[in-house]
C-alpha cells in the first residue's frame, strides 16, 4: 500500500506560482514513477507532468509548455509541482498518483494504482 496526501493548493490571480507537494507513505521503495493528473468541473481527469523514481526522466502534457515542473526528492519521500504563470483555465483539483508498475506510458491513467485525495488551486482572473 502507498498513500499519498497533497497539499499546497489555494485560491492566486492570474499569473502567480504555486508549489504543490505530495508526500508519499508506505511502500514508496515500490514506486517506478509519481504522476500529477487534474480535474477541472464536468471534465475529465487529465494527466499534467510525471516523473520516474530516479528522477532522471520527467513527462509533461503538451499544454504545461514550460509552466510547470516536477520534482521528487526521495529521502523525504515528496514529489512537487513547481507551478508559475497560472491562469484561470488551471483551475481544477490537483491529484497525486503513484505507480508500481513499470509502464510505457506515464500519462495515462491506467499505469497508476494509488491516489491521493486531490488539492484544490483556483485561479482568479
Known amino acids: 500500500q502507498v498513500q499519498l496526501v497533497e497539499s499546497g493548493g489555494g485560491l492566486v490571480q492570474a499569473g502567480a506560482s504555486l508549489r504543490l507537494s505530495c508526500a508519499a507513505s508506505?511502500?514508496?521503495?515500490?514506486?517506478?514513477?509519481m504522476g500529477w493528473f487534474r480535474q477541472a468541473p464536468g471534465k475529465e481527469r487529465e494527466f499534467v507532468a510525471a516523473?520516474?523514481?530516479?528522477?532522471?526522466?520527467?513527462h509533461y502534457a503538451d499544454f504545461v509548455k514550460g509552466r510547470l515542473t516536477v520534482s521528487g526528492d526521495n529521502a523525504k519521500n515528496t514529489v512537487y509541482l513547481q507551478m508559475t504563470g497560472l491562469k484561470p483555465e488551471d483551475t481544477a483539483v490537483y491529484y497525486c498518483?503513484?505507480?508500481?508498475?513499470?509502464?510505457?506510458?506515464?500519462?495515462?491513467?491506467?499505469?497508476?494504482?494509488?491516489w491521493g485525495q486531490g488539492t484544490q488551486v483556483t485561479v482568479s482572473s
Open positions: 498518483a503513484a505507480a508500481i508498475w513499470p509502464s510505457s506510458s506515464y500519462s495515462e491513467r491506467a499505469a497508476y494504482q494509488y
Open positions: 508506505g511502500r514508496t521503495f515500490s514506486c517506478y514513477a
Open positions: 516523473i520516474t523514481r530516479s528522477g532522471s526522466s520527467t
